[in-house]
């Protein structure tokens, strides 16, 4: 099974990375991040001066991820002179490096990368949505090398197909979709305050719960540019690698799943993908690069009654009590009242079993 991508000049063994972050920290964290066969490498988001991060910084629980995070606590001669190095050493994987933030900082720190970096991605919260703005970023930064430039947008952008537009106009080589969003604030009842050391306790959320999000960004810029898209955004399984695909990634990032999970979440999910990719008909992941662009075009108002399959219902209630219509009951066993169903798809996405179908696809 080919799970190679290439775009940009550059090859991937498989099609994911880590995103920029504090598993990317240095070059020991990258190393063990490379230990699970990820097919790129991303830094942590280098500034011109080292950042002061704030502790407590980061919480979880099993569906997002809430952090306090800046960028890199190094500087970045730190960067330049010593992790880089060390990690081109031991692996010959293309690796990105993670810049921001102002006109003038990128201006000051791509010619300094220019030489150890297969590819950068800039991180432009300042500039983030505007599309004159971030089109003269590009044009400044692209004066300073030849190496590709992807730009991660950031998850308030507005209008993302013309901010894609624009970028690809500007001559910038690719886009990250998307940032983590925020800002957010985590608040403990017992204790009347958040857990992050940020001031007001405000952080930024990512991990699963912000996936159908990141894929709409996905689909949203994919459509409007024909630039190499890298999707990010709550990816923590094979599947959710082939959804960013299918929506028009040629490759993912994740990060919030290791630090839910464990580092090991990478290999798990790379492991898996021949299997689902089989599952899907498919040889390879280029094949199926923005299969669901064309989906769903037009409205649907065919209104499908659920369908129960009562050899795998396990006579949860569940659905009965989850129906916003009223259409369902349970005596011994499920029944459906067409009459008052509407057809609204909740019945069979929160069956556990997957005993009703019929209505969603």
Same mark, same amino acid.
């Given at each position: 099974?080919?799970?190679?991508?290439?775009?940009?000049?550059m090859?991937?063994?498989?099609?994911?990375?880590?995103?920029?972050?504090?598993?990317?920290?240095?070059?020991?964290?990258?190393?063990?991040?490379?230990?699970?066969?990820?097919?790129?490498?991303?830094?942590?988001?280098?500034?011109?001066?080292?950042?002061?991060?704030?502790?407590?910084?980061?919480?979880?629980?099993?569906?997002?991820?809430?952090?306090?995070?800046?960028?890199?606590?190094?500087?970045?001669?730190?960067?330049?002179?010593?992790?880089i190095?060390?990690?081109r050493?031991?692996? /010959?994987?293309?690796?990105?490096?993670?810049?921001?933030?102002?006109?003038?900082?990128?201006?000051?720190?791509?010619?300094?990368?220019?030489?150890a970096?297969?590819?950068?991605?800039?991180?432009?919260?300042?500039?983030?949505?505007?599309?004159?703005?971030?089109?003269?970023?590009?044009?400044?930064?692209?004066?300073?090398?030849?190496?590709?430039?992807?730009?991660?947008?950031?998850?308030?952008?507005?209008?993302?197909?013309?901010m894609?537009?624009?970028?690809?106009?500007?001559?910038?080589?690719g886009?990250?979709?998307?940032?983590?969003?925020?800002?957010?604030?985590?608040?403990?009842?017992f204790?009347?305050?958040?857990?992050?050391?940020?001031?007001?306790?405000?952080?930024w959320?990512?991990?699963?719960?912000?996936?159908?999000?990141?894929?709409?960004?996905?689909?949203?810029?994919?459509?409007?540019?024909?630039?190499?898209?890298?999707?990010t955004g709550?990816?923590?399984?094979? /599947?959710d690698?082939?959804e960013?695909?299918?929506?028009?990634?040629?490759?993912?990032?994740?990060l919030?799943?290791?630090?839910?999970?464990?580092?090991?979440?990478?290999?798990?999910i790379?492991?898996?993908?021949?299997?689902?990719?089989?599952?899907?008909?498919?040889?390879?992941?280029?094949?199926?690069?923005?299969?669901?662009?064309?989906?769903n075009?037009?409205?649907?108002?065919?209104?499908?009654?659920?369908?129960?399959?009562?050899?795998?219902?396990?006579?949860?209630?569940?659905?009965?009590?989850?129906?916003?219509? /009223?259409?369902?009951?349970?005596?011994?066993?499920v029944?459906? /009242?067409?009459?008052?169903?509407?057809?609204?798809?909740?019945?069979?996405?929160?069956?556990?079993?997957?005993?009703?179908?019929?209505?969603?696809f």
């Amino acid at each position: 099974m080919n799970l190679s991508v290439s775009f940009c000049g550059m090859k991937l063994c498989n099609p994911v990375m880590p995103a920029s972050g504090p598993l990317t920290g240095d070059d020991k964290k990258m190393l063990a991040i490379l230990s699970h066969n990820v097919g790129a490498m991303v830094t942590k988001t280098i500034s011109v001066k080292p950042a002061k991060v704030p502790r407590p910084c980061i919480t979880a629980t099993s569906n997002y991820v809430l952090n306090a995070e800046l960028w890199s606590e190094h500087a970045w001669q730190t960067w330049h002179d010593e992790f880089i190095p060390v990690f081109r050493q031991q692996s /010959d994987k293309p690796l990105l490096v993670s810049l921001g933030y102002s006109k003038e900082d990128l201006e000051f720190l791509v010619p300094k990368f220019a030489e150890a970096a297969d590819a950068f991605e800039l991180s432009t919260h300042y500039v983030a949505d505007d599309p004159e703005l971030l089109s003269d970023l590009i044009r400044a930064v692209k004066v300073h090398t030849d190496r590709p430039v992807f730009i991660k947008l950031d998850p308030s952008v507005p209008e993302p197909e013309e901010m894609a537009i624009a970028i690809e106009r500007a001559g910038g080589d690719g886009i990250v979709a998307i940032n983590s969003l925020g800002p957010v604030y985590p608040l403990s009842v017992f204790h009347r305050k958040s857990p992050l050391g940020s001031k007001n306790g405000f952080g930024w959320i990512s991990g699963p719960v912000i996936k159908p999000f990141a894929l709409a960004m996905v689909r949203r810029v994919a459509s409007a540019t024909n630039l190499p898209v890298i999707g990010t955004g709550g990816v923590s399984s094979a /599947d959710d690698v082939l959804e960013f695909i299918m929506a028009g990634a040629s490759a993912v990032q994740l990060l919030s799943s290791a630090l839910i999970r464990g580092k090991q979440v990478y290999s798990e999910i790379i492991d898996e993908l021949p299997k689902r990719l089989e599952a899907c008909g498919a040889n390879g992941i280029e094949e199926l690069i923005g299969a669901a662009l064309n989906s769903n075009k037009k409205e649907s108002h065919e209104k499908r009654s659920p369908i129960v399959d009562h050899l795998k219902c396990i006579k949860c209630n569940l659905c009965v009590q989850i129906c916003p219509y /009223d259409a369902l009951s349970l005596d011994e066993k499920v029944s459906v /009242d067409e009459s008052k169903c509407f057809g609204c798809g909740l019945c069979q996405s929160r069956c556990p079993v997957k005993a009703i179908e019929g209505v969603l696809f």
